[in-house]
């Protein structure tokens, strides 16, 4: 494998959609901008700036670990520190994520439980292009 083709990958994120099932008060449209940089085959480092679920605008910073992988996908657990939230002013995150990669966008697709708000919890959409 080509180790240093996979690290220079860089996306540019396009926050965008959230879905809470268990509360529809919850802010839905969460535009914002964020970047992925790959740092090796199965781990991701990403950070960003987002209108959150609660209607104000925060920041994220975590780790992606994909190690299920096909052509155009892969499959694992997302986890890092947000801020913005009403419970604390930063929070930790932790879901499960599942990329589509083309040859220049992709999609996101997450689910982040909350097991201290459990209505609160989340699916995510994020579009995101290659640089």
Known sequence: ????????????????LSYHPGDRSYNEVNPGLGLE????????????AYKNSEAKNGAYG?????????????VGLMGGLATGYEMA???PMAGLLAALEGDKQGLNLMFLPNPVKPKSSAFGLQYKRRF
């Open 37 to 48: 940089k790959r740092l090796s085959p199965n781990l991701t480092a990403m950070l960003g």
């Open 62 to 74: 975590g780790v992606q670990w994909t190690p299920l992988k096909g052509d155009g996908w892969r």
């Open 89 to 91: 002013p930063v929070v």
């Open 1 to 16: 494998m080509n180790w240093p083709a996979i690290t220079d990958e860089m996306w540019l994120v396009q926050n965008g």
